[in-house]
């Protein structure tokens, strides 16, 4: 099988994460996307992270709860230690080893990468999808970066194409706070979820 993975604190998750799984799953046809949020993410502490584990996995299931293809993968959110990508994704070759795995990321990312954890170990495991938005004027420098990964390190690159969706889960807690309306940003399920357990400094009105 071709399975996406789709990593991230989802702090809360939101439909730009869904529309990127969405363009991967389609783009590049794949069997399954998993959401996999972390639990002890190496570049953020944990007192940034504004809900429990618990709770960003049932918001990831959720926000996927109906669509074919989007599956919750509780592997990195169940390890007590540091989550690093290179050893999950080489966990996942190992007992997956008739898989293909695609490691899907934002553009952000695409230039961080290679200042990761092990990425000589992590570019071998996977093929990397980056997403790119046209309205960020960036397609040329995401070629020149992903022509230098494949060049340093042979790794596996393609360019995703998504919508863009301007909002980022920071800009949701902070609305969240203010006590401002994140209607249209996440899906229906994930709002009423935040609502009800009184997330993110949410007051009931």
Same mark, same amino acid.
């Not at 099988?1 to 869904?18: A, V, Y």
């Not at 584990?53 to 390890?79: N, P, S, T, W």
């Not at 190992?94 to 200042?115: C, H, M, N, Q, T």
């Not at 994140?182 to 400094?201: A, Q, T």
């Given at each position: 099988?071709?399975?996406?993975?789709?990593?991230?604190? !989802?702090?809360?998750? =939101?439909?730009?994460?869904?529309e990127i799984? %969405?363009?991967?799953?389609?783009?590049? =046809?794949?069997?399954?996307?998993?959401?996999?949020?972390?639990?002890? /993410?190496?570049? %953020?502490? #944990?007192?940034?992270?504004?809900?429990?584990? %618990?709770?960003?996995?049932?918001?990831?299931?959720?926000?996927?709860?109906?669509?074919?293809?989007?599956?919750?993968?509780?592997?990195?959110?169940?390890?007590k230690s540091?989550?690093? $990508?290179?050893?999950?994704?080489?966990? !996942?070759?190992?007992?997956?080893?008739?898989?293909?795995?695609?490691?899907?990321?934002?553009?952000? $990312? #695409?230039?961080?990468?290679?200042?990761?954890?092990? /990425?000589?170990? #992590? !570019?071998?495991?996977?093929?990397?999808?980056?997403?790119?938005?046209?309205?960020?004027?960036?397609?040329?420098k995401m070629?020149?970066?992903? =022509?230098?990964?494949?060049?340093?390190? =042979?790794?596996?690159?393609?360019?995703?194409? $998504?919508?863009?969706?301007?909002?980022?889960?920071?800009?949701?807690?902070?609305?969240?706070?203010?006590?401002? $309306?994140?209607?249209?940003?996440? /899906?229906?399920?994930?709002?009423?979820?935040?609502? %009800?357990?009184?997330?993110?400094?949410?007051?009931?009105?």
């Open positions: 099988m071709k399975i996406g993975i789709m990593g991230g604190t !989802f702090d809360p998750i =939101h439909n730009g994460h869904l799984a %969405k363009a991967a799953y389609e783009q590049f =046809h794949l069997d399954k996307v998993w959401f996999m949020p972390n639990g002890n /993410p190496p570049h %953020k502490a #944990l007192t940034d992270i504004g809900s429990s584990v %618990k709770e960003r996995l049932r918001m990831v299931e959720l926000a996927i709860e109906g669509q074919d293809g989007f599956c919750l993968e509780a592997y990195e959110a169940r390890k540091v989550s690093c $990508s290179y050893e999950t994704m080489e966990y !996942f070759n190992k007992i997956y080893p008739e898989d293909d795995f695609y490691f899907i990321i934002g553009a952000d $990312s #695409l230039f961080a990468v290679d200042r990761w954890v092990h /990425p000589e170990r #992590l !570019f071998p495991t996977c093929t990397i999808l980056a997403a790119y938005r046209d309205e960020m004027n960036t397609r040329d070629e020149k970066q992903m =022509h230098y990964l494949r060049e340093r390190y =042979h790794a596996k690159c393609g360019l995703l194409v $998504s919508p863009l969706i301007d909002i980022s889960s920071s800009e949701l807690r902070e609305r969240i706070k203010e006590g401002e $309306s994140i209607r249209g940003f996440v /899906p229906k399920k994930v709002e009423e979820y935040i609502k %009800k357990e009184c997330l993110y400094g949410y007051k009931n009105q």
